[in-house]
């Protein structure tokens, strides 16, 4: 063998040995879609956090506080990403586009801290090992058409 086809076959080698590294968190990345969503947890006196001891790989419930002195309102739309190599990624759903949330609004009045269950499963699957986040929109509601949306977003781990 040359020190050409030597140098080729080398070369070759250490792409093909390469390009297994990463194993199911490259090709997860290669086919999920990155997250639109740039800055969470933006207002202030109000947070969204995973309440402790009820993570399952098909749900969780947040815990909502609201330490202003305004109303703010809610709905059933969730958002689940992961993350994936430091960027998020959003987890594709599991039934196709052909889905939908109820357009319904819950008050989370001020000073108050309430919990949200939420199952996943029906629209995600059971959920992989991994670190991922929820997320949920909240409206500082003044009146019909007059309102500010902030995206709400609690960190969790799957083992």
Same mark, same amino acid.
């Given at each position: ?6 140098? %080729? ?10 390009? !297994? ?14 997250? %639109?969503?740039?800055? =969470?947890?933006?207002?202030?006196? =109000? ?5 402790? !001891? ?7 419930? =947040? ?7 305004? %109303? ?23 039934? !196709?586009?052909?889905?939908? *949330?109820?357009?319904? !609004? ?11 269950? =939420? ?20 409206? +500082?509601?003044? %009146?019909?058409? +007059? ?8 960190? *969790?781990?799957?083992?």
């Amino acid at each position: 063998m040359s020190r050409s086809d030597f140098s %080729q076959f080398c070369l070759a080698l250490s792409l093909l040995l390469l390009s !297994g590294c990463g194993g199911a968190h490259h090709s997860e990345a290669a086919d999920w879609e990155r997250s %639109q969503i740039e800055t =969470v947890n933006s207002i202030d006196g =109000v947070t969204m956090k995973a309440k402790e !001891g009820t993570l399952s790989s098909t749900g969780l419930t =947040v815990t909502f506080e609201n330490s202003t002195d305004k %109303q703010m309102i809610y709905g059933e739309y969730f958002l689940l990403e992961k993350n994936i190599n430091g960027s998020w990624y959003e987890v594709p759903v599991s039934i !196709g586009d052909n889905y939908g *949330f109820d357009a319904i !609004g819950y008050r989370l009045d001020s000073t108050t801290v309430l919990d949200w269950p =939420v199952d996943w499963e029906w629209l995600y699957g059971s959920l992989d090992s991994g670190h991922y986040r929820i997320i949920k929109n909240i409206l +500082d509601f003044r %009146q019909p058409g +007059d309102y500010d949306k902030y995206d709400l977003a609690a960190e *969790f781990t799957i083992e």
